[in-house]
């Protein structure tokens, strides 16, 4: 569980400051230097860190930032239908807690879940379902906390 502390840290932080409405004011330039950001540590080894049980390093780290700042640029407010709205809302309510888990409920979960092992679809959907559940427990025990943002 050790590997998770520093990518939940960093979803605190970015949820504790509001960084995801305050990047709204600058999306051309958010995306951008995101886009480029991402680019720039997937193709160039800038970080040779030692891996310290299963945490990938800050590579992983700031892309995960990065990609966070991209999709939450996606113009959602934008939708008008009732019911596509609710099911963007229930998918992504915990988007967080998706993104941070995954990774570790992958490795953890391939040693007892087939599917999972064997990278199929169903895999993915277990997956997503695992961290969904442990999202949704997290907000219900933290959300009167600041700790909820380790999960929405």
């Known amino acids: 569980?050790?590997?998770?502390?520093?990518?939940?840290?960093?979803?605190f932080i970015i949820g504790y400051f509001n960084i995801i409405n305050k990047i709204n004011k600058y999306k051309f330039q958010t995306l951008v230097i995101s886009c480029i950001t991402y680019h720039i540590i997937n193709n160039y080894q800038l970080f040779r860190i030692v891996k310290i049980a299963s945490y990938s390093g800050i590579e992983l780290n700031i892309k995960s930032i990065c990609a966070i700042f991209i999709f939450s640029l996606f113009p959602s407010d934008k939708i008008t239908d009732k019911n596509l709205q609710k099911v963007f809302n229930l998918l992504t309510n915990y988007?967080?807690?998706?993104?941070?888990?995954?990774?570790p409920i992958r490795n953890y979960g391939s040693k007892y879940i087939d599917e999972i092992k064997n990278q199929t679809f169903l895999g993915i959907v277990y997956n997503f379902l695992i961290c969904y559940s442990i999202s949704v427990v997290g907000d219900l025990i933290?959300?009167?906390?600041?700790?909820?943002?380790l999960f929405c």
């Not at 569980?1 to 979803?11: K, R």
């Not at 988007?95 to 990774?103: E, K, N, R, T, V």
């Not at 933290?142 to 943002?149: C, M, S």
């Open 1 to 11: 569980m050790f590997e998770m502390v520093p990518l939940g840290v960093t979803g």
């Open 95 to 103: 988007s967080a807690g998706l993104f941070y888990l995954h990774i």
């Open 142 to 149: 933290f959300g009167k906390t600041p700790l909820k943002y």
